[in-house]
């Protein structure tokens, strides 16, 4: 039976009764922090009831279970969530109101739990709502960080990393699970031992051991009583540290021990798309891989005597490559601890793993040193050996003769581990996500393995939940949809199709832009309060949130504002509507034209902002640490939605969707699920330009791209080009963002110039945007547009795509939770 929270009046004196029982205070006495930790427990109380129902379901009907294997799970906040997601946030908003606190300040007592650097983490967190919220059962699988992402800090305009300290104290979500402790083992080498009847047993010694303990989160469905389980993993030594081991001569390996411990789950590695090739990165791998898998397999045991049929009951999504030593790692399991030969092992596992491909970037393919593996991992890299080996026999079979080949689609070659190309031999089910990055894995990037195996391939778009970037994070729309066209959409995004009926409704159409107006206003005031900057509402909000990187250009559209600004000071007269220019990323610490990058927006922003003579009318805010709780205020404030990446280089996005969801318009290129956001719309709702990925793909094969020749022929370009470089926004060092300028013209010639096109799309992004600015002066077809991207928002729910996994993939069974 699902438990329901209590009423006002009851979560009121819980509330109080809590802050005494865990605080020895009166409620008037108690702190912020205090007040959101006894809200917690209650929350908690009504979680914990839920999630007990979840598991004796699981237990009595025995259903087929996913285990998303990811090394980033960026869950957010969960307090805000799961009082949504338990149909309690009016409730105890208002017993919050009753008690005289503001459950916003409330909220913002919880640390942001930043386990995932960005798309993809984020991604992950929204399909495990979805999962609980269309009852299937699924787990989490991933690394408890102790240090997440860095918090960002904006000094002088560089961009400083401060460690993240979440669990300085008590995370109240989480519940440590001493009791499905596994061992993990690192290093050492392996024993040959030759069986009576002939086979060979391999036995692991010397070796380093971390024990793995479980920290289970509770992720809630929405109003169903379902609480699903992520399950993240930390690490302690095998033995604690002792005189009797230093006495026997183990002083070193019970130092190695504890060491190898304490490091292994101790921080995330900042990297988006880009991999550093760290070894204790391919320890965090394995250690999380292999708790998982062991968990996953004790809890079938414990119901199931044929571990033959596993594939009935599990699967393993791999979320990229991050987690591919899972195909190894449970070949060693099955063959080494379970008894089974090669074959039988192989057919269970190539049943059990599924992949999913999230980017074609190069640098972001992961590539292990076979050294550091082999060493790092005996007996996984034996198993990998084989499958290398009876892969290639694979290729020659199908292929003939095609030595070419068999080299480029090795797993192992160039003395490298190739994760993605384990990734896809052993996995039933490749996915692409979004239509065109699916189209481009199978043609281009992995082209060879689609030739190979192209039933595997399909495609699965990405998608968001609207319960917390709609419902959390912009309540006063979601109110306003719930009047309009009632609650259905919270589970079935399509249904905000039914707002067609109001696109030419004048009153609805200025209900509409008031509540962004609200929002706008809220966004202001925290632009204000965290950055000094006096912005107007009523200017258009023109917003960028997203990690930095070149290839997602905010580099053009930094360049465009300065373009913009040139424009307005050589015609002071010229009609422009207020434009604020709202900047939010994160750059990786190590990644030095990222972060020369973000120190140009805010030298641009000084400049512009304080020069009176242009009348307020570009303002340039840089919003520091961008994260998930200052951004779903950030999305129900924008207008105009930058989704500007180098066409076929971002696999997907999802933050465009999130924009779309709010009502706001995307200026963007035919890149990812932009591509498809365009064909929901129609041309009139969404503004296109640049080069297409077909385009970009020839330049690049064909190497005939030139950016001298476009800046030859465009003096706007030539001017702020030359801005770059001769102190305009560097009075005291015009030498500053030299690396930029050369990056794009390589007047040095140490390197491809412009990799991501910026020049190249510079001009059609210019004159695209003066259609915008032009919409914006006409009221209701700004709100016409705006409005039409909310009702045309249902496919990129992350409900649809859950739904697609499983019937195309997973092949899950309903929970029934009566
Ligand atoms: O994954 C998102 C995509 C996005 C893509 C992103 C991503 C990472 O955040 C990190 C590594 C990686 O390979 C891909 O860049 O386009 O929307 C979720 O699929």
Known sequence: MKRQMPSTREIEQEIVGRVKTMFRKDFEMATKEEIYRACAEVVNDVVIDNWLTTQKSFVQQDPKCVYYMSMEFL?????????????????????????????????DQEPDPALGNGGLGRLAAC??????????????????????????????????????????????????????????????????????????????????????????????????GMVNTLMIWDAKPKEVFRLDSFEKGDYSRAVEDMN??????????????????????????????????????????????????????????????????????????????????????????????????????????????????????????????????????????????????????????????????????????????????????????????????????NNKTNGITQ????????????????????????????QMKKLESFVDDKKSLDEFMAIKLDNKKRLAKYIWEHNGIEVDPNSI??????????????????????????????????????????????????????????????NVAAVINNDKSIDDKIKVVFIEDYRVSNAEWIFAAADVSEQISTASKEASGTGNMKFMLNGAVTIGTMDGANVEMYQELGGENIYIFGMSSDEVIAHEKNNDYNPVDVMNGNHHIQKVLQQLVNGNYSIDNPELFRPLYNSLLNTQCTAKADTYFVLKDFASYCETYEKIQEAYKDKYKWAKMALENVAHVGKFSSDRTIQEYVDDI??????DLK
């Open 260 to 457: 190898l411990a304490r490091n292994l789950t101790e921080v995330l590695y900042p990297n988006d798309n880009h991999i550093q090739g760290k070894e204790l990165r391919l320890k965090q791998q394995y250690f999380f891989v292999s708790a998982s898998i062991q968990r996953a397999l004790a809890k079938y045991l414990r119901y199931h005597k044929d571990i033959k049929k596993l594939p009935e009951k599990v699967v393993f999504q791999m979320n990229d490559t991050h987690p591919t030593l899972t195909v190894a790692e449970l070949m060693r399991i099955l063959m080494d601890v379970h008894g089974l030969g090669w074959d039988e092992a192989w057919e269970i596992t190539t049943h059990c793993v599924a992949y999913t491909n999230h980017t074609i970037m190069s640098e972001a393919l992961e590539k292990w040193p076979q050294d550091i593996f082999k060493r790092l991992l005996p007996r996984v890299f034996m198993i990998v050996e084989e499958i290398n080996r009876r892969f290639c026999d694979e290729i020659r079979a199908k292929f003939p003769g095609d030595e070419d080949r068999v080299h480029r689609m090795a797993i192992l070659a160039d003395d490298q581990v190739k994760m993605a190309h384990m990734a896809i031999a052993a996995s039933y089910s490749v996915n692409g996500v979004a239509a065109l990055h699916t189209e481009i894995l199978k043609n281009v990037s992995l082209h060879d393995f689609y030739e190979m195996y192209p039933e595997k391939f």
């Open 75 to 107: 869950i957010g906040r969960l307090l805000g969530n799961n009082m949504i997601n338990m149909r309690g946030y009016t409730e105890v908003m208002d017993a919050l109101d009753e008690l005289g606190v503001d459950i916003n300040e409330v909220e």
């Open 127 to 224: 399909f495990l709502d979805s999962l609980a919220t269309l009852q299937y059962p699924a787990y989490g699988c991933g690394i408890r960080y102790h240090y997440g992402m860095f918090k960002q800090k904006i000094e002088d305009g560089y961009q400083q990393e401060v460690p993240d300290n979440w669990l300085q104290t008590r995370y109240p979500f989480e519940l440590q699970r001493t009791e499905y402790e596994f061992e993990v083992r690192f290093g050492g080498w392996v024993r040959y031992d030759s069986q009576p009847d002939g086979t060979t047993k391999y036995i692991h010694e010397g070796y380093n051991a971390v024990i793995a303990t479980p920290y289970d989160l509770p992720v809630t469905g929405f109003d169903n």
């Open 467 to 494: 319960r917390r970037f709609l419902m959390h994070g912009n309540y006063k729309l979601s109110d306003w949809v719930i009047k309009k066209i009632g609650r259905g959409w919270i589970t079935d995004l399509s």
């Open 810 to 815: 997973w092949h899950l069974d309903k929970l």
């Open 541 to 602: 909000f023109d917003v960028q949130v997203k990690r930095l990187h070149e290839y997602k250009r905010q580099l053009l559209n930094i360049l465009h504002v300065m373009y913009l600004y040139n424009q307005i000071k050589e015609n002071p007269e010229m009609d422009f509507y207020p434009t604020t220019f709202i900047f939010g990323a994160k750059a990786s610490a190590g990644y030095e034209n990222a972060k020369l990058i973000i120190k140009l927006i805010n």
